[in-house]
C-alpha cells in the first residue's frame, strides 16, 4: 500500500460497510471538499484502489476530532499498515505540534468492538458513553488522545 495525501475525491471512492456509510461515506463531494479545507490526513491506496481515508478536523484551537473510513475487503495485512501508519501520523501530529493537538478525540459505536479496540491500540483513552450520538440514535463511547507533553502521566 502506499500513503499520499488525502483529496476530496478519495472519499467518494471509498467503498464502507452499512456502520460507515451511516456516519460519514455518503457524504458529498463539496462536504468531502470542506473536510479538507479545515483539517489534515492522508489515504492508503493499494493496487490503484482507496483501501483507508483518515483525518482530523479542527474543533477548537488544540482540540481536533479523528475520522476514518476503512473500505470493505481490507484484509489482515492491509489492516496492520494501515494501523502502522495512523499511530505513526498520529504520533507525529502530536510531537510536532503538542500544543496545537493537545486533544484528538473520537467515538467508535457502542456495538463495535473492534473499533474500540482499534481506538485503543492507537492510545487513545475511554471517556464514557455518547447516548443517543448520530444520526440513527446509536451510542457512541467517547474516547481522546492526549498530548503526553501537556498532562502526568496516566
Known amino acids: 500500500m502506499e500513503k499520499i495525501d488525502f483529496k476530496p475525491e478519495h472519499g467518494l471512492e ?17 462536504a468531502w471538499e470542506k473536510i479538507c479545507q479545515w483539517g489534515r490526513g492522508f489515504t492508503g491506496v493499494d493496487d490503484g484502489k482507496v483501501r483507508v481515508c483518515s483525518g482530523i478536523i479542527p474543533l477548537w484551537p488544540g482540540r481536533w476530532a479523528l475520522w476514518c473510513a476503512v473500505s470493505n475487503g481490507v484484509g489482515p495485512s492491509q489492516m496492520l499498515w494501515i494501523h502502522r501508519q495512523a499511530l505513526e501520523w498520529l504520533e507525529g501530529l502530536q510531537m510536532s505540534g503538542p500544543t496545537e493537538f493537545r486533544r484528538i478525540e473520537a467515538t467508535a459505536r457502542i456495538d463495535q468492538p473492534q ?33 503526553c507533553h501537556l498532562t502526568p502521566h496516566r
Open 14 to 30: 471509498i467503498s464502507g460497510d452499512v456502520v460507515q456509510e451511516i456516519s460519514h461515506l455518503n457524504m458529498s463531494q463539496e
Open 115 to 147: 473499533a474500540m479496540k482499534w481506538l485503543h491500540m492507537l492510545g487513545f483513552w475511554k471517556e464514557g458513553t455518547l447516548r443517543c450520538y448520530d444520526v440513527a440514535g446509536n451510542d457512541h463511547i467517547q474516547y481522546a488522545r492526549i498530548s
